[in-house]
């Protein structure tokens, strides 16, 4: 599976950036992210490729995760990813080919099915497994995304 074509990576949160764990605190909810997703993204940045952020939820963390990584794409709070996808691809003047989708559940599938290229952790949904173009060996949160990331840029260099 080649990447070169990727101008676009299109993250789901819940599951895939994150282990799907929420921490229910006084100050609202928190999630944890691996900072090796972050190093994988914040290199793909810097290489031109865009990220972006693409959940059902819209947390303050998540927000703030992406402003730590200089992901400034957020679809949060998305009752339609394969929409906010579109609107994406649009917005950035690239062809849903060039865009790779990357979630863990079934919500995710209609995005995944008009993207040029889709990608899972491990641990998704069979259905998503089955879908994919490419699955992880980690799982959700624990470096699936630096991955995928790795994969893509392999292929720019080349």
Request: hydrophobic content about 40%.
């Amino acid at each position: 599976m080649k990447f070169t074509d990727i101008r676009l990576l299109a993250v789901d949160v819940d599951g895939t950036l994150t282990d799907g764990k929420l921490f229910y605190g006084p100050n609202g909810v928190s999630q944890a992210f691996n900072s090796k997703d972050g190093a994988g993204i914040m290199k793909l940045i810097e290489k031109g490729v865009d990220v972006a952020f693409v959940s059902f939820r819209d947390f303050s963390c998540t927000r703030r995760r992406a402003s730590d990584l200089g992901v400034k794409l957020l679809c949060l709070g998305s009752l339609d990813k394969a929409a906010s996808v579109k609107g994406l691809a649009e917005h950035l003047n690239i062809p849903l080919s060039s865009v790779l989708f990357m979630g863990d559940d079934s919500k995710d599938i209609p995005a995944m099915e008009i993207a040029g290229k889709s990608a899972c952790p491990r641990d998704a949904s069979e259905d998503v497994r089955d879908l994919c173009s490419v699955v992880a060996d980690c799982e959700g949160g624990y470096g699936a995304v630096r991955e995928i990331a790795e994969m893509i840029l392999e292929d720019l260099s080349e």
